[in-house]
């Protein structure tokens, strides 16, 4: 199988690339939601030397937004991932 465009962030991968572009097609934020709390998930544990930056939050949105082309929108995800946050 050939990919038209390269692996954007090798420790994530191409398959949470292919994922995160699947939730940009998804039709509202409320359909997006869970999804995104997993692409986070699976992007926090591939860069945990973010764990400690206090621009953590930005920096997962701003490489969720480019895994999927530009179709996420950073403040989106920022959202999300305050959201689950708060919840624990």
């Known amino acids: 199988m050939s990919y038209s465009r390269r692996i954007l962030d090798r420790k994530v991968g191409r398959n949470a690339q292919l994922f995160a572009r699947a939730i ?34 930005r920096r997962v949105a701003q490489l969720a937004g480019r895994l999927s082309g530009g179709a996420l929108c950073p403040d989106e995800v920022t959202d999300v991932i305050e959201a689950r946050d708060r919840a624990s």
């Open 24 to 57: 940009a097609q998804l039709d509202t934020p409320r359909a997006r939601f869970p999804y995104l709390r997993i692409l986070v998930s699976l992007i926090e544990n591939a860069h945990p030397e973010w764990e400690r930056s206090a621009k953590k939050h």
